[in-house]
C-alpha cells in the first residue's frame, strides 16, 4: 500500500502558521544566543540548509528536529503536556456525555449503595510511563469533571 502523505501546500492554514511562529521564535532564540546556523545545525546533528529549513517553517521537515530545537532551548519539557489526555476538552466532553447518557448509578433494590469501583493507589511513579502522583491542578480538574457530570441550573440572566 503506497504511503499516504498529505502534501504541505493541503495544511490546514492554522497549522502552518503554528510551524512558522515556531521557526520564528527558534530562530530568534539562536541569533539572542549569537550564534550561526551551521553552529546549531552541528548540535543538533542535521545539515545547515535543514536548519535554513527549519527556520524557514518547513512544515516537511521531521518533527524531531523542531522539538531538537525546543531542547537545544531549553523549551522542550512540556511537549508531551499539549497532547495529554487531561487536555483533550473534545474526549473529555464525549466521555461526560456518554456517562450522562447512561443516567445516575441505581441502588440494588435492597437499598444498599451500590458498589464502587476501587482503585489501588500507586506510591511514587510509574517508570514505565513516567507517570507520577497527581499535581496541585488535578483537585480543579477533578472538580470540573465533577461539575459537568452533575451540572446546576444557574438563573438566567
Known sequence: ????NTRPADYPQAVLQQIGQLAENIATARKRRGETQAQWAR???VSQPTMARIERGDPSVAMASYVMCLWLINQAQGLADLAAPAHDR???EREVARARSRG?????RDG???ARLRVPRA???LPA???SEP???AASQAAGLAALLHPTKLPRE
Open 1 to 4: 500500500m503506497p504511503r499516504q
Open 135 to 137: 499535581g496541585p491542578d
Open 90 to 92: 473534545a474526549a473529555l
Open 112 to 114: 444498599r449503595e451500590p
Open 43 to 45: 548540535k543538533l546533528g
Open 129 to 131: 510511563f513516567g507517570v
Open 104 to 108: 445516575p448509578a441505581s441502588r440494588p
Open 123 to 125: 506510591s511514587g511513579p
